[in-house]
Protein backbone atom coordinates (compact mmCIF):
# COMPACT_ATOMS: atom_id res chain seq x y z
CA UNK A 1 0.00 0.00 0.00
CA UNK A 2 1.12 3.17 -0.80
CA UNK A 3 -0.12 5.05 2.00
CA UNK A 4 1.14 8.02 4.05
CA UNK A 5 0.25 7.00 7.33
CA UNK A 6 0.66 10.60 8.91
CA UNK A 7 -2.99 10.47 8.36
CA UNK A 8 -4.13 7.84 10.67
CA UNK A 9 -1.33 8.07 13.01
CA UNK A 10 0.13 10.22 15.28
CA UNK A 11 3.44 8.30 15.22
CA UNK A 12 4.31 5.65 13.86
CA UNK A 13 7.17 2.72 12.57
CA UNK A 14 7.36 -0.36 10.23
CA UNK A 15 9.64 -3.26 11.17
CA UNK A 16 9.63 -6.88 9.31
CA UNK A 17 9.13 -9.65 11.95
CA UNK A 18 12.82 -11.80 11.40
CA UNK A 19 13.49 -15.50 12.14
CA UNK A 20 15.19 -14.50 15.44
CA UNK A 21 12.06 -12.41 16.60
CA UNK A 22 9.94 -15.89 15.98
CA UNK A 23 12.45 -18.51 17.07
CA UNK A 24 12.86 -16.55 20.22
CA UNK A 25 8.98 -15.97 21.13
CA UNK A 26 10.81 -12.32 21.78
CA UNK A 27 9.84 -9.45 19.40
CA UNK A 28 12.86 -6.64 19.17
CA UNK A 29 11.03 -3.33 18.29
CA UNK A 30 12.51 -0.65 16.25
CA UNK A 31 13.73 2.56 18.19
CA UNK A 32 11.36 4.38 16.11
CA UNK A 33 8.24 1.40 17.38
CA UNK A 34 10.02 2.05 21.36
CA UNK A 35 8.99 5.83 20.36
CA UNK A 36 5.71 5.07 19.61
CA UNK A 37 5.18 2.41 22.74
CA UNK A 38 6.64 5.18 24.74
CA UNK A 39 4.20 8.02 23.50
CA UNK A 40 1.30 5.05 24.20
CA UNK A 41 2.41 5.57 28.41
CA UNK A 42 3.80 2.42 28.31
CA UNK A 43 7.16 1.46 30.14
CA UNK A 44 9.31 -1.53 30.01
CA UNK A 45 8.01 -3.52 32.93
CA UNK A 46 10.41 -4.60 35.79
CA UNK A 47 8.52 -7.67 36.63
CA UNK A 48 9.39 -11.64 35.33
CA UNK A 49 7.36 -12.55 33.42
CA UNK A 50 7.09 -9.15 32.16
CA UNK A 51 3.30 -7.73 32.96
CA UNK A 52 0.95 -8.03 29.98
CA UNK A 53 -1.08 -5.25 28.11
CA UNK A 54 -3.15 -5.47 25.32
CA UNK A 55 -2.73 -4.18 21.93
CA UNK A 56 -5.76 -2.89 19.70
CA UNK A 57 -5.50 -4.52 16.60
CA UNK A 58 -6.74 -3.48 13.13
CA UNK A 59 -6.42 -6.27 10.52
CA UNK A 60 -7.42 -9.17 12.41
CA UNK A 61 -10.82 -10.57 13.95
CA UNK A 62 -9.90 -10.57 17.23
CA UNK A 63 -9.50 -7.06 17.97
CA UNK A 64 -6.57 -7.24 20.32
CA UNK A 65 -4.05 -9.22 21.72
CA UNK A 66 -1.84 -9.69 24.57
CA UNK A 67 1.85 -8.14 24.80
CA UNK A 68 4.48 -6.82 26.93
CA UNK A 69 7.46 -4.75 26.92
CA UNK A 70 10.40 -5.39 28.73
CA UNK A 71 13.90 -4.78 28.68
CA UNK A 72 16.47 -8.40 28.29
CA UNK A 73 20.52 -8.24 29.05
CA UNK A 74 22.33 -9.53 26.16
CA UNK A 75 23.75 -12.85 27.30
CA UNK A 76 26.25 -12.76 24.70
CA UNK A 77 27.75 -9.57 25.97
CA UNK A 78 26.81 -8.21 29.22
CA UNK A 79 28.57 -4.79 28.51
CA UNK A 80 25.90 -3.84 25.98
CA UNK A 81 22.90 -1.79 27.18
CA UNK A 82 19.97 -4.36 27.80
CA UNK A 83 17.70 -4.82 24.32
CA UNK A 84 14.13 -3.70 24.28
CA UNK A 85 11.54 -6.53 23.42
CA UNK A 86 8.49 -8.03 23.29
CA UNK A 87 6.87 -11.00 24.39
CA UNK A 88 3.33 -13.06 25.22
CA UNK A 89 0.71 -13.78 22.22
CA UNK A 90 1.89 -10.66 19.92
CA UNK A 91 4.62 -12.72 18.28
CA UNK A 92 3.92 -16.32 19.87
CA UNK A 93 0.86 -16.30 18.16
CA UNK A 94 -0.61 -13.49 16.32
CA UNK A 95 3.03 -12.62 14.38
CA UNK A 96 4.74 -14.37 11.76
CA UNK A 97 8.20 -14.37 9.94
CA UNK A 98 7.94 -11.88 6.96
CA UNK A 99 5.08 -10.07 8.31
CA UNK A 100 5.51 -5.96 8.03
CA UNK A 101 4.02 -4.79 11.27
CA UNK A 102 3.19 -1.37 11.84
CA UNK A 103 3.11 0.17 15.61
CA UNK A 104 1.19 3.37 15.80
CA UNK A 105 -0.20 5.74 18.15
CA UNK A 106 -3.51 7.35 18.54
CA UNK A 107 -4.23 10.19 21.38
CA UNK A 108 -2.00 7.76 23.04
CA UNK A 109 -3.54 4.78 22.19
CA UNK A 110 -1.35 1.86 20.68
CA UNK A 111 -1.98 0.36 17.50
CA UNK A 112 -0.90 -2.69 15.33
CA UNK A 113 -1.29 -4.17 11.75
CA UNK A 114 0.12 -6.47 9.32
CA UNK A 115 0.97 -4.53 6.62
CA UNK A 116 0.82 -7.45 4.59
CA UNK A 117 -2.87 -7.86 5.11
CA UNK A 118 -5.46 -6.30 2.12
CA UNK A 119 -7.53 -4.07 3.50
CA UNK A 120 -8.12 -0.21 2.14
CA UNK A 121 -7.10 3.16 3.76
CA UNK A 122 -11.08 3.84 4.48
CA UNK A 123 -11.48 0.56 6.64
CA UNK A 124 -7.88 1.14 8.54
CA UNK A 125 -9.66 4.44 10.07
CA UNK A 126 -12.83 3.10 10.26
CA UNK A 127 -11.26 0.37 12.55
CA UNK A 128 -9.32 2.94 14.38
CA UNK A 129 -12.47 4.39 14.86
CA UNK A 130 -14.67 1.69 15.89
CA UNK A 131 -12.40 -0.40 18.34
CA UNK A 132 -10.31 2.78 19.90
CA UNK A 133 -11.10 4.21 23.37
CA UNK A 134 -13.96 6.75 24.38
CA UNK A 135 -11.24 8.86 25.09
CA UNK A 136 -9.41 8.49 21.71
CA UNK A 137 -11.83 8.90 19.36
CA UNK A 138 -13.33 12.16 21.02
CA UNK A 139 -10.09 13.54 21.01
CA UNK A 140 -9.52 11.98 17.36
CA UNK A 141 -12.83 13.94 16.79
CA UNK A 142 -11.77 17.49 18.24
CA UNK A 143 -8.93 17.67 15.77
CA UNK A 144 -11.41 17.45 12.62
CA UNK A 145 -11.89 20.91 10.61
CA UNK A 146 -12.81 21.94 7.39
CA UNK A 147 -14.86 20.45 4.50
CA UNK A 148 -14.07 16.40 3.58
CA UNK A 149 -12.78 14.71 1.40
CA UNK A 150 -14.51 13.46 -2.26
CA UNK A 151 -14.23 10.27 -4.05
CA UNK A 152 -15.30 8.34 -6.96
CA UNK A 153 -17.79 5.77 -6.29
CA UNK A 154 -18.95 3.09 -8.14
CA UNK A 155 -21.25 -0.31 -7.72
CA UNK A 156 -24.25 -2.14 -8.67
CA UNK A 157 -27.34 -1.52 -7.48
CA UNK A 158 -30.82 -3.31 -7.82
CA UNK A 159 -33.78 -1.36 -9.98
CA UNK A 160 -36.77 -1.50 -7.53
CA UNK A 161 -40.26 -1.18 -8.77
CA UNK A 162 -41.23 2.49 -8.22
CA UNK A 163 -45.19 0.96 -8.41
CA UNK A 164 -44.69 -1.49 -5.76
CA UNK A 165 -43.19 1.17 -3.55
CA UNK A 166 -45.91 3.69 -3.53
CA UNK A 167 -48.43 0.43 -3.37
CA UNK A 168 -46.96 -0.02 0.27
CA UNK A 169 -47.05 2.95 1.14
CA UNK A 170 -51.00 3.35 -0.12
CA UNK A 171 -51.50 0.02 1.93
CA UNK A 172 -50.03 1.41 5.29
CA UNK A 173 -52.27 4.43 5.18
CA UNK A 174 -49.79 6.48 7.24
CA UNK A 175 -49.09 3.80 9.79
CA UNK A 176 -46.08 1.92 10.63
CA UNK A 177 -46.82 -1.73 9.17
CA UNK A 178 -44.59 -3.30 12.03
CA UNK A 179 -46.94 -4.83 14.38
CA UNK A 180 -47.39 -2.82 18.18
CA UNK A 181 -44.84 -0.21 16.57
CA UNK A 182 -46.20 2.73 18.97
CA UNK A 183 -43.84 5.58 17.19
CA UNK A 184 -45.53 8.96 16.24
CA UNK A 185 -44.56 9.79 12.33
CA UNK A 186 -43.21 12.87 11.56
CA UNK A 187 -44.48 14.58 8.43
CA UNK A 188 -42.72 15.77 4.87
CA UNK A 189 -42.43 19.74 3.45
CA UNK A 190 -45.59 17.87 1.52
CA UNK A 191 -47.82 17.23 5.19
CA UNK A 192 -47.42 13.30 4.05
CA UNK A 193 -46.01 11.17 6.85
CA UNK A 194 -42.74 10.03 7.04
CA UNK A 195 -42.54 6.10 5.89
CA UNK A 196 -39.60 4.17 4.45
CA UNK A 197 -40.32 1.05 1.82
CA UNK A 198 -37.83 -2.23 3.66
CA UNK A 199 -37.81 -5.51 1.77
CA UNK A 200 -38.26 -7.75 4.33
CA UNK A 201 -36.21 -10.31 2.76
CA UNK A 202 -33.55 -8.62 1.64
CA UNK A 203 -32.85 -8.10 -2.01
CA UNK A 204 -29.20 -9.43 -1.74
CA UNK A 205 -30.64 -12.37 0.13
CA UNK A 206 -32.60 -13.33 -2.82
CA UNK A 207 -35.96 -11.50 -1.76
CA UNK A 208 -38.35 -10.30 -4.12
CA UNK A 209 -39.19 -7.01 -5.01
CA UNK A 210 -42.52 -7.55 -4.76
CA UNK A 211 -46.20 -6.79 -2.47
CA UNK A 212 -45.75 -9.80 -0.46
CA UNK A 213 -42.06 -8.80 0.11
CA UNK A 214 -42.17 -4.99 0.99
CA UNK A 215 -43.40 -3.69 4.32
CA UNK A 216 -44.06 0.71 4.91
CA UNK A 217 -42.28 1.42 7.86
CA UNK A 218 -40.87 4.13 10.17
CA UNK A 219 -37.34 5.14 10.52
CA UNK A 220 -36.90 3.38 13.93
CA UNK A 221 -38.17 -0.06 12.82
CA UNK A 222 -36.21 0.19 9.55
CA UNK A 223 -32.91 0.48 10.83
CA UNK A 224 -33.88 -2.00 13.77
CA UNK A 225 -34.61 -4.31 11.01
CA UNK A 226 -31.12 -3.79 9.64
CA UNK A 227 -28.95 -3.78 12.52
CA UNK A 228 -30.82 -4.85 15.66
CA UNK A 229 -30.16 -7.28 17.74
CA UNK A 230 -32.93 -8.84 17.36
CA UNK A 231 -33.35 -8.53 13.84
CA UNK A 232 -34.31 -12.29 13.24
CA UNK A 233 -37.22 -12.30 15.51
CA UNK A 234 -39.03 -9.07 14.23
CA UNK A 235 -38.12 -9.95 10.80
CA UNK A 236 -40.09 -12.99 11.31
CA UNK A 237 -43.10 -10.94 12.72
CA UNK A 238 -43.08 -8.67 10.03
CA UNK A 239 -43.55 -11.49 7.47
CA UNK A 240 -45.75 -13.00 9.52
CA UNK A 241 -47.76 -9.57 9.04
CA UNK A 242 -47.62 -9.17 5.28
CA UNK A 243 -48.34 -12.20 4.58
CA UNK A 244 -52.06 -12.01 6.62
CA UNK A 245 -52.48 -8.64 3.83
CA UNK A 246 -52.23 -11.18 1.25
CA UNK A 247 -54.01 -13.91 2.42
Not at 39 to 45: D, E, L, R, V, Y
Not at 143 to 157: E, F, I, W
Not at 207 to 233: P, S, W, Y
Request: charged share 25%.
Amino acid sequence: MGTSWNAFFDDYAIKTVTWTDKNKGAYVPTVGQCRVIKKAGITPSVLRPAKEFQIKVLDDDRVRVGASFYHAQRLTDPSRAPEPRMGHAFISSWLEKGDSLLLGVVAGELFAMKLNMSIGEQEVESRIANRAAQETVLAKAARAKGKPKTKLVSHQDFVRDPFVIKAALVRAKNLCEMPSCKTVLFQRDSGVDYLEVHHVIPLSEGGDDAMTNVAALCAQCHREQHFGKDRVIKRAVLKAAIDKHGS
